[in-house]
Every structure is written in structure tokens, then in C-alpha cells.
């Protein structure tokens, strides 16, 4: 593949990063922990982080829209599901690495301090991944059945428009 050109791949950095951002107040909010929010850096009792752009989730975005659109041309029939399906990918992906830093600050707040920098930091990203791969699916099996369908398409029938 050919790399995104570094205007365009900043755009997206920036744009996951403003959306983790957001997801990651909200969902702080939504568990009553108390948050100094400025910018990408979150202060809370016993634990301060900030979301470096390393940590916007662009890869794991991209190989999501990659598996989503191959899961949407093989699973789905109508171009408005596929269509649905695509722009939800990048919400998706937001949700998920705003998922991701709250899950890690309360672990590290409420659990061990080590889960901020530990291997569920560096190397656990497969499982938030594999949570979103869920999620997909899910999603896909009810644009299935909007399609007026119980099930995906088999393999061998051709798509309807």
C-alpha cells in the first residue's frame, strides 16, 4: 500500500484524537470519575494522561474500515447497508479508543498503577480490536435484517442493488 500522504495522515490523527478526546470525557463522565480535562490531557484523583498521537488509534482504524469494507462487500447485498456500515467504521473506531483509555486510567486508579504502562497497555490493542471485530459484526447482522433478511449473503449469489 502507499502510505498516506503526512497532510492527509495528520488530518486523520487529528481527527481520531479529537474524537478519542471527546469519547473518553463522556465515558469519565458516565462513571462519576471526576476529570480535569485539558486538551488531550486528562487529570484525575491519582492519575494524570495524556492522548499522545501515537495513541489515536490509526492503524487499528485503518486495518477496521479494510476488514469493513471486505465484511460489507461479501456480507451484505444493498449499497445503502454497505454504505452505513462504512461510515460507522470510524465512529466505531473513536468509541473503541475512547474505550480503551478509560478502561486502562480505571484500572490503573482503582486496581494497580502498573496498568498505565503495562503490557495491557503496550501489547493489548488485539483485544480492543477484537471487541470492535463484535461490534462490526453485530452491526452488519442488523443491517442484514434491514436488508429484509435473516441471514448474510452465501457465498456464490450475486449482490442485489
Same mark, same amino acid.
Given at each position: 500500500?502507499?502510505?498516506?500522504?503526512?497532510?492527509?495522515q495528520?488530518?486523520?490523527v487529528? &481527527?481520531?484524537?479529537? #474524537?478519542?478526546g471527546?469519547?473518553t470525557?463522556?465515558?469519565? !463522565?458516565l462513571?462519576g470519575?471526576?476529570i480535569?480535562?485539558? #486538551?488531550?490531557t486528562?487529570?484525575m $484523583? #491519582? @492519575?494524570? /494522561?495524556?492522548i499522545?498521537?501515537e495513541?489515536s488509534?490509526?492503524r487499528?482504524?485503518? &486495518?477496521?474500515? /479494510?476488514?469493513? *469494507?471486505? &465484511?460489507?462487500?461479501?456480507?451484505l447485498?444493498?449499497?445503502w447497508?454497505?454504505? %452505513? *456500515?462504512?461510515?460507522? +467504521?470510524? $465512529?466505531?473506531?473513536v468509541? !473503541?479508543?475512547?474505550?480503551?483509555i478509560?478502561?486502562?486510567? +480505571?484500572?490503573?486508579?482503582?486496581v494497580?498503577?502498573?496498568?498505565?504502562? =503495562? !503490557? +495491557?497497555?503496550?501489547? =493489548? #490493542?488485539? %483485544?480492543?480490536?477484537? /471487541?470492535t @471485530?463484535?461490534?462490526? &459484526?453485530?452491526?452488519?447482522? +442488523?443491517?442484514? /435484517?434491514?436488508?429484509?433478511?435473516?441471514?448474510?449473503?452465501?457465498?456464490?449469489?450475486?449482490?442485489?442493488?
Amino acid at each position: 500500500m502507499i502510505p498516506f500522504p503526512t497532510p492527509v495522515q495528520n488530518g486523520i490523527v487529528h &481527527a481520531l484524537l479529537w #474524537g478519542s478526546g471527546w469519547v473518553t470525557e463522556w465515558m469519565f !463522565k458516565l462513571t462519576g470519575t471526576p476529570i480535569l480535562r485539558e #486538551g488531550y490531557t486528562f487529570s484525575m $484523583p #491519582g @492519575l494524570s /494522561i495524556m492522548i499522545a498521537d501515537e495513541c489515536s488509534g490509526i492503524r487499528s482504524t485503518l &486495518a477496521l474500515v /479494510i476488514t469493513g *469494507l471486505l &465484511a460489507g462487500h461479501f456480507l451484505l447485498r444493498r449499497w445503502w447497508s454497505m454504505t %452505513v *456500515l462504512v461510515l460507522l +467504521l470510524f $465512529p466505531l473506531s473513536v468509541f !473503541k479508543n475512547g474505550l480503551r483509555i478509560v478502561s486502562l486510567s +480505571l484500572l490503573s486508579i482503582h486496581v494497580d498503577p502498573a496498568f498505565i504502562t =503495562g !503490557k +495491557l497497555h503496550r501489547e =493489548g #490493542g488485539v %483485544v480492543w480490536f477484537l /471487541i470492535t @471485530l463484535g461490534i462490526m &459484526a453485530l452491526l452488519i447482522k +442488523l443491517l442484514a /435484517i434491514a436488508e429484509g433478511r435473516s441471514s448474510v449473503r452465501r457465498a456464490g449469489r450475486s449482490p442485489a442493488g
